[in-house]
């Protein structure tokens, strides 16, 4: 693929190279302090021209890295060599180095003392002695913990399970109750509606019969006044049973329901004689079987849960804890790790009496006989020495780095200078001396020249750092939006020292044109941009200074679909014209092997594996690079169906004894793996 | 996996979208955002929905959830479900479904989970609100759904907030909340998008377990041609607020006959591309407030005919299960090639094709 592409790699030419780099944060406050190693020790090189992909999962540090590469955040440890020079340097390695020859040179010089060698001994040997002994007591104590916790729980635990039955009880009575009610509520309701017409109906009937009743005795040929008595009577009953009926209707609604009653007094007014009295009774005689049937079921119901619910308690409490018998198992738990710890205390006590014993003897000895315990000093002299030299250049070595991680000259380079400026101006006093004028101007002029470029050669941060370039992943949130595009591309220029606005304004055009937009957006605010062009813009931005080097941070992974493409196509084409390297951090693999020569993946801080793209995907040795690779959805619905996920379990790996590092298996190929592992991935790529 | 297209079994219909318009009212004028869809979900189904942004997807899923923007503006067209149609039918009806029969996981678990109150009430309060049960039973089925979707130590994590989750767990707070009523329907709107391939990887597979285990039907919207292949059986091309391709998943990506489709899979690398350069789709969308005349891909469209830029062009049938909204596929068309990319994964389907 790579010969496919116009632009060359040369290999010859490192820009970066990142040399166990580490990047440590310290969060929190308090006992919950601690460190998070968000780089843990990384290193790589990339060459010109290249596009070398970093690949993990959020939070593996892979956009740390880029952060750290740029000077966002100071390293912790390790070097970021960028064109040669020093950019940044972790302090802490260097300390640890001082540390560690101080502590060396005690060593070496009590080696010459015999006397204190031995006493020196025995102090070491009981020490290791007593931490073995402090495990001990450590374990135990925390063993009789996880014990006396899960006593002192079991309490808790079976009132857990009593509630629990408890509630599953109620919860299922409740259920009951409410099914009850519902189907009691349904009958009332339906019989009372049932009670009213029929009411209704029969009052009617009433009505229709007392007056059929009276027109019949009018059709009879009696005289007036019978007929007005037996209108009266007829009139009379109809009106008694008609209230009859009301009353039999409200007493079967109060038999349903006696909120009901109220309600329906309303409704029953009128007053007319009743035949249906015996009906609304057999009606509510009804309702009552059907209450009953329904209590009665319930009542069953509700006595079996009980019963169950009793039979389960009793099955429950067989398991109540007794709180005495808990209290005595827990206090013998105690005493019998109290005893424990007591025994190994003596025996530390025994270790201290006895080291003490020793180094006392060894001292009387030293009296009886000097000549066995003879200093020998001009040995500790030249150690002294040795050391002496050692650690000032240690010292020497940091304090260069903290001049080269603020980017400026060290006393060093500070020296050299000055002593080339001493040199060419003597060279210059020698030279003019009986040149004509004219010469001697010339001369000058070229010797200002030369000491101008000096001056200019001292190193800051504009003129180290504007060759580094970023592009950020989210184009919106990383654009202010309160300046106008052109200040957003310019403020690179401007940081550098260009003060000539025509000069600018060409740049930008300039620039603009090479991204795919027009100039007439460069007065524009960023929020009248689309997602795809927003990230142009920040490509922009980046390009300005004419950078070798851009670190791409996740540049399309906020861009949309058929965005994404464009984005991907402008990057490479900038690429092959401007001969840029890429440092390209991404979690997409396909986009990944597309478009870089290298790639480095990276999990939880450090590099499992790191080789050329192809080679990557055509060998995959780490589990986790597998996982990845498993775990990209391609649109080919076939290969779906049969592609299954590898699921990576970082405890597949014993590091307790023999340490993992970053080694080269086949040219090109490395990967983060311990002896016994490398046999075995050897094995998989078939070479001895 | 998910690709058991149903067709022995007696399709059932269970949510029927019938020309679908819907425009929202802005300070630039009326945005026609969706313009006329129609599909069919069936029981048991995942219909997948591809699009870039402003494409309508988002929107559709909304208009089923009820749950579209105030100036939102129903023009025409129906949602059946269940008989009803839920673009007609009140807001106090809607509760009634919303949730318990149709649910839906969004994109961004970040945002759509309370920061401010803990995971466990946030799973139960669906429950005790709308089934009525009591907190304590609440609360077992609440760790009965977390452990359901993978979730170590529910009792713990139960009296967690949502910020001492990580990504992945917080989407699997996010579907369990959704799960939590039985629902029937669920609408994944994007739901793996802001998640790493590993942990994305994993809620998919979650998604297919739970969707196996209770028949779910599944609407399954998203950008990444790779998940549709891995979920979908029927996928829904959709472009500026219309449909434009749709069919089963294989007949998507073996036999595709839509430009945009095809600009679709050729504009991604995948793992076999080796190209210098992609067939990126040039432009950006239209805007939906003046949509074009005739069809709205025809100006990124290199294979635009004359007749694009002035009619319309209908849903030409290339089979029984597959639709194409083209001039390319009107017998008069002239014959054209699709990109090499496209070819590329035609190929793959090989025998398939042929069938």
Known sequence: MNSKKKSVIDYNHKVLEVRNLKQYFKVGVGNRRMTVKAIDGISFDIYKREVFGLVGESGCGKTTTGRTIIKIYNATDGTIKYNGRIIGAGLQGDKQRIRELKQNRKLEIIQQNPLKKKIYELKQKAKSDIHVLNDDINKIRVQTEVEVNKLKAKPAEFSNVLELALHRYETEKNQVLRERKIKLDRISENDIKDAINMYNKTINVIKRKTVDKSKYIKSLQVNKEEIEEAIEEIKTTEVENLNVAKEKLLKTIESLDPKLVSVYEKQVTSNNPVKYVAHVDLKSEIVKNKIKEIEDYYEKVLVKLKSDYDVELNEISKNKPDKQELKNSINELKANAKQKIKAIQDKINKIKQETKAQILQVKQDAKKEPNKFLVNQSEIDKVKNKYKKLIQEAKEVLREHRYLNKIKETPKEKRARLQKMEELKEAYQKKIVGLSPEAAAREKEAYENEIRKLNESIPNYANTMSTMQMVFQDPIASLNPRMIVKDIISEGLIVRGERDSKLINEKVNKILDIVGLTPDHATRYPHEFSGGQRQRIGIARALITNPDFVIADEPISALDVSIQAQILNLLSDLKNELGLTILFIAHDLSVVKYFCDRIAVMYFGKIVEMASSEELFKNPLHPYTKSLLSAIPQPDPIYEANRSRVVYNPSIHNYTIDKPELVEITPGHFIYANNEELAKYKEELGIK | ?355
């Open chain 2, 1 to 355: 996996m998910g690709n058991q297209v149903i067709k022995n079994k007696e399709k059932d219909v269970i949510l029927k979208v019938e020309n679908l318009k819907i425009s929202f009212k802005t300070q630039q004028g009326i945005l026609h955002a969706i313009r006329g869809i129609d599909f069919e979900l069936y029981r048991g189904e995942t219909l997948a929905i591809v699009g870039e942004s402003g494409s309508g997807k988002s929107v559709t899923a909304r208009a089923i959830m009820g749950l579209l923007a105030g100036n939102a503006n129903h023009e025409s067209g129906s949602i059946m479900y269940q008989g009803q149609d839920l673009m007609l039918i009140p807001e106090e009806e809607f509760h009634r479904i919303r949730g318990t029969k149709i649910a839906m996981i969004f994109q961004d678990p970040m945002s759509s989970l309370n920061p401010i109150m803990r995971v466990g009430k946030q799973i139960t309060e669906t429950l005790v609100l709308k089934m009525k049960i009591s907190k304590a039973s609440a609360k077992q089925k609440a760790l009965e759904l977390m452990r359901e979707v993978g979730i170590p130590e529910p009792e713990k994590r139960y009296h967690q907030y949502p910020f001492q989750f990580s990504g992945g767990m917080r989407q699997r707070i996010v579907i369990a909340i959704a799960l939590a009523n039985n629902a029937e329907i669920l609408i994944c709107d994007e739901p793996t998008t802001a998640l790493d391939v590993t942990i994305q990887a994993q809620i998919l597979e979650l998604i297919n377990k739970i969707k196996k285990e209770r028949n779910l039907s599944v609407i399954f919207i998203t950008h990444d041609l790779g998940v549709v292949a891995n979920m979908a059986d029927r996928a829904l091309v959709m472009y500026a607020g219309k449909v434009v391709e749709y069919g089963t998943t294989n007949e998507i990506f073996y036999n595709p006959k839509h430009p945009y489709t095809w600009a679709l899979l050729a504009s991604m690398p995948n793992l076999d591309t080796t190209t210098d350069r992609l067939d990126a789709i040039p432009g950006t969308p239209p805007n939906l407030i003046n949509p074009p005349v005739g069809d709205a891909f025809s100006l990124r469209n290199k294979y635009a005919l004359q007749i694009d830029f002035e009619v319309e062009p209908p849903l030409f049938k290339v089979s029984d299960t597959h639709y194409a909204a083209t001039w390319l596929l009107h017998p008069d068309a002239p014959k054209v090639n699709p990109p090499k990319a496209v070819l590329d994964i035609m190929k793959k389907g090989g025998t398939l094709n042929e069938q």
